[in-house]
């Protein structure tokens, strides 16, 4: 599985504002390294349904959300058909993993010191979910303004086929 989630006004986004993906765009080109040793990439999402989420442990919509993904990677962790992935926007591997620690996070995340991964999806918020088809195709996104619970995103990896 994969998540990507972003959210609006936790962190200062001073970066000039630019079109975000939506649903019916195609993911883009990108390679991260998880935790767990996998790496996850467009490549490797083909055939299978993805969530990808951004975030950082520093914003409070992210730390809202991260438990419901962590609910839904609970639901779908044996499904090799379902790739849910955390993607870290500007926090690097110690800040994460403590968190992850703390807060019994067991979701496979990539964290990335910068922004170069995220701003292939979006230019700013945070938390950002993007779920996407077999086909490489965005079906859904949210962001900090529409953070989805836990039956939405069930129901929407649930209903690709």
């Not at 970066?15 to 998880?34: R, Y």
């Not at 965005?138 to 929407?156: A, E, K, Q």
Request: hydrophobic fraction near 35%.
């Amino acid at each position: 599985m994969v998540f990507v989630c972003t959210s609006q006004g936790c962190i200062s986004d001073d970066e000039p504002q630019g079109i975000a993906l939506s649903p019916g765009d195609s993911l883009p080109s990108f390679s991260v390294v998880c935790s767990d040793g996998a790496t996850i990439s467009t490549e490797s999402l083909k055939g299978k349904k993805s969530m990808i989420v951004f975030f950082n442990t520093s914003c409070s919509d992210c730390r809202q959300e991260l438990p419901v993904v962590q609910q839904v990677w609970e639901t779908f962790k044996n499904d090799p058909e379902v790739v849910i992935i955390a993607i870290s926007r500007e926090e690097g591997p110690e800040s994460v993993a403590k968190y992850w620690e703390e807060n019994n996070l067991t979701i496979p995340y990539s964290a990335q010191t910068t922004r170069e991964v995220y701003s292939l999806f979006a230019p700013s918020v945070i938390p950002r979910i993007f779920i996407s088809n077999p086909q490489g195709v965005i079906t859904f996104t949210s962001g900090d303004s529409d953070m989805p619970d836990y039956s939405l995103l069930v129901d929407t990896l649930n209903s690709i086929n």
